[in-house]
T-cell receptor, first 114, second 116 residues
Framework: GAGVSQSPSNKVTEKGKDVELRCDPI?????LYWYRQSLGQGLEFLIY????????KSGLPSDRFSAERTGGSVSTLTIQRTQQEDSAVYLC????????????FGPGTRLTVL | AQSVTQLDSQVPVFEEAPVELRCNYS??????LFWYVQYPNQGLQLLLK??????LVKGINGFEAEFNKSQTSFHLRKPSVHISDTAEYFC??????????????FGTGTRLQVTL
C-alpha cells in the first residue's frame, strides 16, 4: 500500500516569504506528526495530531509556525515570514491507534531559505 | 523530560565485520525504544522496536538490539555488515502508552560507514 507522501520534495524560497508543506498520511492512520531535521539541531519534534483531540504544539519553535489537519487526513505545515534558520528537511510521519506509537515516515521536504 | 544519547557520531567498519551502535536514554517514565535507519535523501525507516517482554529484539536486515533497563541502554548490533548498510542510524524513545500518540525523542544519529 501507499506510504506517507510529502510535497513538494524541494522548496526554495526567499527570506520573508510564506511557505506551505503538505503531508498525506497512510490511509486509516489516526495520528500525524511533523518533525524537522537540520544539521545543527538534529531531529526535532514540531507538532502532532491525533483524531479529534487538540494537537500537541509543544515543539513549534515560534508563532511563525502553524499546522492544520483537515478531515482527519491531509496536513499542511505553514511557515510565515521564513528565516534562513528555517532551512531544514521537514519530515511527516503517521501512526495507527494502538500500534504502540510505531511511526511511519515520509521522504521529507527540503526547505531552503535564501 | 526524555533524552537520548548516541555517543558515536561516526562508526567506520569493514564489510563482513560485526558492529555495535550505542544508545543510552534518560526518562522518568517507562518508554518504548526504537531504532530507525535513514539512507541518503530518504526518510526514516523503522529497523526494530522494543515495547515489552524479551529484552533481545530482532529487526530487519539482520539487525538486533538489546534493552538493558539497569544501564538504560538499547544498543544496536549486527554480526556481519554489508556495504548496503552504510547509512545514518537513529535511536529514539517515546512514552509508554499503547494507544495515545506520543512524540519521538531522537538521538543525534550515528553514521555507519562500511568499506571493503
Amino acid at each position: 500500500g501507499a506510504g506517507v507522501s510529502q510535497s513538494p520534495s524541494n522548496k526554495v524560497t526567499e527570506k520573508g516569504k510564506d511557505v506551505e508543506l503538505r503531508c498525506d498520511p497512510i490511509s486509516g492512520h489516526t495520528a500525524l506528526y511533523w518533525y524537522r531535521q537540520s544539521l545543527g539541531q538534529g531531529l526535532e519534534f514540531l507538532i502532532y495530531f491525533q483524531g479529534n483531540s487538540a494537537p500537541d504544539k509543544s515543539g513549534l519553535p515560534s508563532d511563525r509556525f502553524s499546522a492544520e489537519r483537515t478531515g482527519g487526513s491531509v496536513s499542511t505545515l505553514t511557515i510565515q515570514r521564513t528565516q534562513q534558520e528555517d532551512s531544514a528537511v521537514y519530515l511527516c510521519a503517521s501512526s495507527l491507534y494502538g500500534s504502540y506509537n510505531e511511526q511511519f515516515f515520509g521522504p521529507g521536504t527540503r526547505l531552503t531559505v535564501l | 523530560a526524555q533524552s537520548v544519547t548516541q555517543l558515536d557520531s561516526q562508526v567506520p567498519v569493514f564489510e563482513e565485520a560485526p558492529v555495535e551502535l550505542r544508545c543510552n536514554y534518560s526518562s522518568s517514565v517507562s518508554v518504548y525504544l526504537f531504532w530507525y535507519v535513514q539512507y541518503p535523501n530518504q526518510g526514516l525507516q523503522l529497523l526494530l522496536k522494543y515495547l515489552s517482554g524479551s529484552t533481545l529484539v530482532k529487526g530487519i536486515n539482520g539487525f538486533e538490539a538489546e534493552f538493558n533497563k539497569s544501564q538504560t541502554s538499547f544498543h544496536l548490533r549486527k554480526p556481519s555488515v554489508h556495504i548496503s548498510d552504510t547509512a545514518e542510524y537513529f535511536c529514539a524513545v517515546s512514552d509508554y502508552n499503547t494507544g495515545t500518540a506520543s512524540k519521538l525523542t531522537f538521538g543525534t544519529g550515528t553514521r555507519l560507514q562500511v568499506t571493503l
